[in-house]
Structures are given as structure tokens and as C-alpha cells.
């Protein structure tokens, strides 16, 4: 008798945690791994922010919530729309979920059936071609190229719409890239949107973290049309260091909100009492530690993405948001070490990790083979040691 249903059998798991877990245990096991795996910021959650959630605690707010999370969260929601986005939602068009991912995954039970089609531009944030499967939708992955800076251009996105797309999802400022787009390229996505009939997927999770002065947009708010067809996935996980507190948000459309939050009710009921309150205090409190994360991150960028650019034969898009850089090594592509080729990203991440003890992921899982994922939320002692490992590890293939 088959055990498993063909949904799980096809199902891997997040290749970025199950990276992170490799080094993991080679860390418990002695082995100084540098990790350039993990997605989340190194600093701690603000003070205020878990202050709050402390006096979540002690006033004894530890009991089920709405399942769509609490009335001062969705306001805390609606202003911060309000305030970044000039976006005006009603809290019926706002859901609090379990993280972003969770409003992703709510979100695509919600919106998608069998036969559906979904543009992927790639690369991808690794979750969203097995969450629309999970759906049952077909994910239509569309590569962007290096040389536009990652991102999706009006020919390559009027190539692969039919009548059966549903929807495309934006990732801006993107993982794992750090591409983010303009205004006006909003404004042409849009239009197509529009009169093509489809939603868009706004994932605006990085939004915050912006180098450079880039003017964060979001293409919500590029008109009435536009704004009816898009549903914001967001979170506080990435902005506030609060990874753990697993709180991610959704708004959009009344009607798919309201589906998403039948399924959260029918699933996991509400995101926890106590993140909900700190997260209150992450979206109206005081912002300043976001902007000295940004700096840090900013310096960190800098330095990253000079070191790569030095390295002969890689080249590294230098990130507009989002703390990853995502360098091409195809050159090294072919070459050996003690006998063994390397032969694409995957190979070369795990001579990164055997011989450099260094963690990084795999293009592949972002659907680009020629390019590995750093991520720069690591200390600038760490980073400049990692590099100095990459470096040294290249220059041993032949
Ligand atoms: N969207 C993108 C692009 C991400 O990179 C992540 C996390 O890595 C998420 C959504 C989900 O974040 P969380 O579920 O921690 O809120």
C-alpha cells in the first residue's frame, strides 16, 4: 500500500534550511564553518519590540486570538500602508498569518486551481514554485538576465501570458538577488496586469531594506485597477529581526482575504497572542534600529560585492535591497579538484562547504545555475574571512 500522497513524494525540503542545518552540525561537531546560508538578519530583536511581548505575557494575553489576528495588529497594519505605501486598506482586506511564508502558502490555496498558471520570474525565492504546486497550479518560471539587473522586462513577461495566467508573483527587492524595480517598470507590469486581466503577488518583505536612497514602491499603489489585483505578502521577520516570532501579513482584495483566513481558521488557527502584540510595537514604535540595521547592512554590501568583483572570473550584481548577493562562478564551472569536476552550482557549494567549510547556497535552487546565494547577514569579521576562504578555494581548482 502507498504511504505517502503524491503531493508529499514530490515534495523537497527548503534547500536554504536544509543548508543551514548541514553547517549547523558541522559546527556542533567542532569544524569552524563560516555561513553565508542563512536568510535572517544576525541582530537581535529590538528591546521595545520584546518588551512588548513581555507585557503581552505578564498581563496574561496568551489566549487564542481572532483567527485573523487581532484588531490592533490589522490597524498597526493599515498605518504602516498608510504611512510607507499611501495605501488605504480596511482591516477586512488585511490578514495576519503565521509569517510571510504562511500568508504565501494561505494565499495560493486561496487563489489557484489546477490548471492555473503562475509566472515565476526567475531567480526565485525558493518557495514559490512548491507552494503554487502545493496548489496544484503550474508554475511558469520566466529568466530575467544579469545584464538588467535581475529583472523581468515587458517582452519576456508578454511571452508567456495565456489565457489560463492567473497570476505573477514580484519579488522587489528580491531574494536572492537584491534587484528591486523602478516606478516607471512597476507602472508597465502593471498595465499588463491590467489588461491582461491577472493578479500580482507583490512580496514586499525587504522592503525596508533599500541602499542608496532607492525609493521603495510598491505596485499597489500605481491606481484603483492595479491595486484590485494585487495581494502584499509581507512580514516583520526580516525589517525587525524578529524571524522567530513568526509573523508575516497580507492585503488585498476583501474576497481573498477573506478565503485565505477560511483556510488559516480550518489550519492553523492564529498566529501566537504574544508575537502579535511585539509586532504591534515593531510597525508603529520607534523605527530607528531599522535604519542602523540598514547602515550595517550597507557597509556589509559594499565590501561583499567589491571582494567578488576582484575575484577573477566571478561577477557580482551589486544588490539594490535585501541583504544576498547572488555571484556568478560559471567560469569556474569545469574545473577540478583532486579528480573531481565541478560541474554546476551545486557541486561548487559543496566543495565550498568540504574544503572551505564555507556555507552558501545553490544557485539551482533559485533557478540559476551559474550563481551561488551569500547572504551578508553575517558579521564583517565573518565576511571577510568567508571571502578569504572562497577566494583561496577557487584558486585550488584547475
Ligand atoms: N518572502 C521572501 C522573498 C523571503 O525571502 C522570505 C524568507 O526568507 C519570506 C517571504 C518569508 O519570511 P517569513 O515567513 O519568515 O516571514
Not at 99 to 123: M, T
Amino acid at each position: 500500500m502507498a504511504t505517502l500522497s503524491n503531493r508529499a513524494k514530490g515534495l523537497k525540503p527548503s534547500p536554504t534550511l536544509a543548508i543551514n542545518a548541514k553547517a549547523k552540525a558541522m559546527q556542533a561537531q567542532g569544524v569552524r564553518v563560516i555561513s553565508f546560508g542563512a536568510g535572517e538578519p544576525d541582530f537581535d530583536t529590538p528591546a521595545n519590540i520584546k518588551k512588548a511581548a513581555i507585557r503581552a505575557i505578564e498581563e496574561g494575553f496568551t489566549k487564542y486570538t481572532a483567527v485573523g489576528g487581532i484588531d490592533e495588529l490589522k490597524d498597526a497594519v493599515i498605518e504602516k500602508f498608510r504611512r510607507d505605501n499611501q495605501l488605504t486598506y480596511k482591516r477586512s482586506q488585511i490578514l495576519i498569518s503565521c509569517g510571510g511564508k504562511h500568508s504565501f502558502y494561505n494565499l495560493a490555496q486561496a487563489l489557484f486551481d489546477r490548471g492555473d498558471e503562475v509566472i515565476i520570474p526567475a531567480p526565485y525565492w525558493v518557495s514559490y514554485p512548491p507552494m503554487v504546486a502545493l496548489a496544484e497550479a503550474t508554475p511558469v518560471i520566466v529568466e530575467t538576465r544579469e545584464e538588467n539587473g535581475f529583472k523581468l522586462t515587458v517582452e519576456d513577461l508578454r511571452r508567456v501570458i495565456t489565457p489560463r495566467t492567473k497570476a505573477l508573483i514580484l519579488n522587489s527587492p528580491s531574494n536572492p538577488t537584491g534587484s528591486a524595480y523602478e516606478k516607471e517598470e512597476l507602472e508597465r507590469i502593471a498595465e499588463i496586469a491590467v489588461s491582461n486581466d491577472f493578479f500580482v503577488i507583490s512580496d514586499e518583505i525587504y522592503e525596508k531594506i533599500v541602499y542608496d536612497g532607492f525609493q521603495f514602491r510598491s505596485i499597489a499603489s500605481l491606481g484603483d485597477e492595479i491595486k484590485k489585483r494585487t495581494v502584499i505578502v509581507h512580514g516583520v521577520a526580516k525589517t525587525y529581526a524578529m524571524t522567530g516570532w513568526r509573523i508575516g501579513y497580507a492585503a488585498g482584495p476583501e474576497e481573498i482575504i477573506s478565503a485565505m483566513s477560511n483556510i488559516q481558521s480550518q489550519s492553523t488557527s492564529n498566529p501566537t497572542s504574544i508575537s502579535q502584540k511585539a509586532s504591534v510595537e515593531a510597525l508603529i514604535g520607534p523605527q530607528d534600529e531599522v535604519e542602523r540595521m540598514v547602515f550595517a547592512f550597507a557597509e556589509r554590501r559594499n565590501y561583499i560585492v567589491d571582494r567578488l568583483n576582484e575575484i577573477e572570473g566571478v561577477s557580482c550584481f551589486k544588490p539594490i535591497g535585501a541583504f544576498y548577493v547572488f555571484p556568478n562562478f560559471s567560469e569556474y564551472y569545469g574545473k577540478h579538484y583532486q579528480g573531481k569536476k565541478i560541474n554546476n552550482s551545486t557541486d561548487l557549494a559543496d566543495y565550498f562547504l568540504e574544503v572551505a567549510k564555507v556555507a552558501v547556497v545553490p544557485g539551482i535552487e533559485f533557478g540559476a545555475d551559474r550563481f551561488e546565494r551569500l547572504s551578508y547577514a553575517t558579521s564583517m569579521e565573518e565576511i571577510e574571512e568567508g571571502l578569504d576562504r572562497i577566494e583561496d578555494a577557487l584558486k585550488k581548482l584547475s
